[in-house]
C-alpha cells in the first residue's frame, strides 16, 4: 500500500533487564585510540565474551551501549565510563573479567557495578575531572620552581582564556573558570608514569561546555608563566561528582 510504513520483519528484540556501569582504563599506548576505535573494540569484545546484550528495534538494531564524557584522544585515563545493557542478570565481577579480557592490552576494565544500586544517571554524576598534567624534563629546565610560580599565577588570576576551533569558527574559552583546584605534589600519584626530572601537576577541573582539555590548561600556564614547557602526557585520575574541589573517587555514583 502507497504511504504504509514499513516494519521489520520477525520477533521484537528481547528487553533489557540488567544495566551494567563499566569503568576502564586507556593506559600505555592505547591514549592514542579515539572515541570511535574504543567503540569498536568495546562491540568486538561484548560479542567475544559473550555478553546477552540488548539491542535497539528497527532495520539496523545496535547494541545498546551508552558513552559518557570520553577523555580526548592522547590523554591516558583511569577513569572512563560506559554503561551496557543486557538482556538476563550477570554478575557484575565475571562481566569485567570477560571484557578485560576480550579487550585489547591497555584498555583495562577496572570496575563493574549494576547501574539500579547505583543513584541516579551515569552523566549526572560526571561533574568533575582529576587530571595530572607530566611534563617530561621539566624539574632541569625551565625548572620546579618555574612550573610552581606558573601555577600560583595561574591561581591568582580571574579569568584566562584560550582559543579553541570548533565547527563554526574559533571560540574563546575560561580556562581559568573551570579549574578549581591546582598544585605541584610532592609525591607523584603511582597512576602516572613519571620519569626523573619530570614535573607533574594536579588539576581539578569543573566540566563546562565545551568541557576545557588538558591542552588548555597546558597552553594557559605557558601563557601566565612565560613558560616554554613542552605539551604534557595527561592522565585523567577521576571523573565524578564534585565535592568542593575535590572529585569523588567511586564508580560515579
Known sequence: M????????????????????????????????????????????????????????????HPKISYANAAPTGAASEAEYVEI???????????????????????????VADAAELPGALADHLQGSLW???????????????????????????ELHVTRMMKKGPRELDVRGAVLAMTVPGDVPPEVPAAPGDVVVLATVRHTTPTVRPEEIWGAL???????????????????PLQGAEVAASLAG
Do not use: C, W
Request: zero cysteines; hydrophobic letters at 35%.
Open 2 to 61: 502507497v504511504g504504509s510504513r514499513r516494519v521489520p520483519e520477525g520477533p521484537a528484540p528481547d528487553p533489557a533487564v540488567q544495566k551494567l556501569r563499566i569503568r576502564y582504563a586507556k593506559r600505555g599506548r592505547m591514549r592514542f585510540t579515539s572515541t570511535r576505535d574504543f567503540q569498536r573494540a568495546l562491540e568486538r569484545a561484548v560479542r567475544k565474551a559473550g555478553l546477552p546484550m540488548a539491542y535497539s528495534a528497527g532495520f539496523h538494531p
Open 85 to 111: 545493557s543486557l538482556t538476563s542478570s550477570v554478575e557484575p565481577e565475571s562481566v569485567r573479567a570477560d571484557l578485560d579480557a576480550a579487550l585489547p592490552e591497555g584498555l583495562d576494565v577496572v570496575e
Open 132 to 158: 595530572a598534567l607530566r611534563f617530561r624534563g621539566a624539574g632541569e629546565e625551565p625548572g620546579r620552581d618555574a612550573v610552581e610560580s606558573a601555577v600560583q599565577a595561574f591561581l591568582g588570576t580571574e
Open 222 to 240: 605557558r601563557q601566565v608563566g612565560g613558560l616554554e614547557l613542552r605539551r604534557p602526557v595527561s592522565t585523567r585520575l577521576r571523573q565524578g
